[in-house]
Structure formats: structure tokens, C-alpha cells
């Protein structure tokens, strides 16, 4: 069975530059969630979704980030534009009503 | 104050040995518990859910105290295999809330 699929699995790019990280949850999962994971803060979670409709978007650091879900089967996490200190693993998760979480392989984001 | 506190370690044990890690949370209202695991550059996957009266699932035992607000992980006969981070896992307010991890090495 597929599980989520993130892309890229890595990122390198430049301070200014837009960031667009993809993601496509498990099928018939109804809850995704975008997670950052830094040495220094851990695993942050930025914002989740229910059934397409942003829930939570707390999380997000700043007016620079932003995240859509078209659809049950696509989300996107944007940066733009994008700073140094984005630098992270960006992991994707689903859900389906039993609440365990399945993450992708995240995507590694390097911004210099 | 965090939300959920682990201690980062890391714990560097000997195979066979016994080990036991404590989390603990802030939120007395948080509805359910978790252990994650995560290995080097990887995801993280769920290892077990940690009920009321505890439970356990082969050479690992989870318990939880609501009155202390703490969770913990036991693993018995630790194996190589075992090295990775332990992450906390709290479920308040519908929002899954991580612990920064606890790293075991275990040694041969």
C-alpha cells in the first residue's frame, strides 16, 4: 500500500526563493497535517486539515507560509520568500478517525 | 513551560539492559497518549499508544499518570535494534503535540 508521498525529498535553494513542498496523503485518510522538525525547536506542527478545510493554522510561523489542500488527495506547504533559518525536515502526516498518524519521508529544505 | 517534556539523553545502554524513559505533559485536559519512534533521517512511526492502566506489547511496556501528568516507556532486553529517538506523543485540544525525544544508543 502506498503511504504519504512527499516531494522533493530535498530542497536546496536560495534566500529569496520560493519554496513549494508537495504532498499526498494516504487514501481515504481525512485529517493532514504539516510538521517542521529543527535540531533545535523538534517536530512543530504548523497547520492540519479536516476533510480539506485548514483547522489549525497556529502554527505557522509567519505570513511567509502558507499551505492549501485542493483537494482529498494533494496539499502543498509554500515559502515565499524564503529565509536561512526555514532550514528544515518538512514531514507530511495523515490520519484517518483512529487518529495514528502516518508520516512521509519528509522533505529537507536547506535555504542559503 | 513545554507543553511535553522528554529528556533529550542520550541514554547509552548495553544490550540486554533495561530502559526506561519518562515524559511528562502540561495539559491535564490531553485525551490520549502516544510513543513514536524515529530512526536517523526518517519519519516518525507510531510504536505504541499508551493506555490508562497501561499496557505492553512484547519487550516494551507503556503506562501513564494523569494525576502526575507523566507517561512512560520501558524497554526490557534492549537490542541494537533499538538505537533511535522516542517521541512523546499527546493528543489535547485535537492536535498531536511532540516531545523533542529521548535518544537511545544501545551497545553491543
Known amino acids: 500500500d502506498a503511504g504519504v508521498i512527499q516531494s522533493p525529498r530535498h530542497e536546496v535553494t536560495e534566500m529569496g526563493q520560493e519554496v513549494t513542498l508537495r504532498c499526498k496523503p494516504i487514501?481515504?485518510?481525512?485529517?493532514l497535517f504539516w510538521y517542521r522538525q529543527t535540531m533545535m525547536r523538534g517536530l512543530e506542527l504548523l497547520i492540519y486539515f479536516n476533510n480539506n478545510v485548514p483547522i489549525d493554522d497556529s502554527g505557522m510561523p509567519e505570513d511567509r507560509f502558507s499551505a492549501k489542500m485542493p483537494n482529498a488527495s494533494f496539499s502543498t506547504l509554500k515559502i515565499q520568500p524564503s529565509e536561512p533559518r526555514d532550514s528544515a525536515v518538512c514531514f507530511c502526516a495523515s490520519s484517518s478517525r483512529t487518529g495514528t498518524l502516518f508520516f512521509g519521508e519528509g522533505s529537507r529544505l536547506t535555504v542559503l | 513551560r513545554k507543553e511535553v517534556e522528554q529528556d533529550p539523553g542520550p541514554f547509552n545502554v548495553p544490550e540486554g539492559a533495561t530502559v526506561a524513559f519518562n515524559c511528562t505533559y502540561s495539559?491535564?485536559?490531553?485525551?490520549?497518549f502516544f510513543w513514536y519512534r524515529q530512526d536517523c533521517r526518517k519519519e516518525p512511526k507510531l510504536l505504541m499508544s499508551?493506555?490508562?492502566s497501561g499496557n505492553e506489547d512484547g519487550r516494551f511496556t507503556a503506562q501513564l499518570n494523569r494525576a502526575s501528568q507523566y507517561i512512560s516507556l520501558l524497554i526490557r532486553d534492549s537490542k541494537l535494534s533499538d538505537s533511535a529517538t522516542y517521541l512523546c506523543v499527546v493528543l489535547t485540544t485535537g492536535k498531536l503535540i511532540f516531545g523533542q525525544g529521548t535518544t537511545l544508543q544501545v551497545k553491543p
Open positions: 495539559n491535564s485536559a490531553s485525551q490520549s
Open positions: 487514501s481515504g485518510h481525512n485529517s
Open positions: 499508551v493506555y490508562s
